[in-house]
């Protein structure tokens, strides 16, 4: 099974940027995906899940009203829209795969997420 994001870059702050994270060898659509970013030397910070079926959406407090995730399951791909990007979002983004959300977030803080990309760079600044 694979995970590989693609999309990250260097930004300025208030630009934008389009993650996005293809899937392959496991059931897409059987389950929850999200992003998740991490700054060396510093925990792993989830930040958006989506149910498998995009019912639902959740948002870490830090990029509420700023980021969108979406998906689409026809083509195995997740998205993240980040918008009014500001420094504190400078991380290296990974997309993950749970049984369900609250497994995500969980499984974020301290687990092994079913599956996981290699992450790609997000780097904000002037």
């Known amino acids: 099974a694979h995970l590989v994001e693609s999309g990250g870059g260097a930004v300025q702050p208030g630009g934008s940027l389009r993650l996005s994270c293809t899937a392959s060898?496991?059931?897409?659509?059987?389950?929850?995906m999200g992003w998740f970013r991490q700054v060396p030397g510093k925990e792993r910070e989830g930040v958006s899940c989506?149910?498998?079926?995009?019912?639902?959406?959740y948002y870490t407090n830090a990029v509420k009203g700023r980021f969108t995730i979406s998906r689409d399951n026809a083509k195995n791909t997740l998205y993240l829209q980040m918008d009014h990007l500001n420094s504190e979002d400078t991380a290296m983004y990974f997309c993950?795969?749970?049984?369900?959300?609250?497994?995500?977030?969980?499984?974020?803080?301290?687990?092994?997420?079913?599956?996981r990309g290699q992450g790609t760079q997000v780097t904000v600044s002037s």
């Open positions: 989506i149910r498998y079926d995009s019912a639902n959406s």
């Open positions: 060898g496991f059931r897409f659509d059987d389950y929850a």
């Open positions: 993950g795969a749970a049984t369900s959300c609250n497994d995500f977030w969980q499984l974020v803080k301290g687990g092994v997420l079913n599956y």
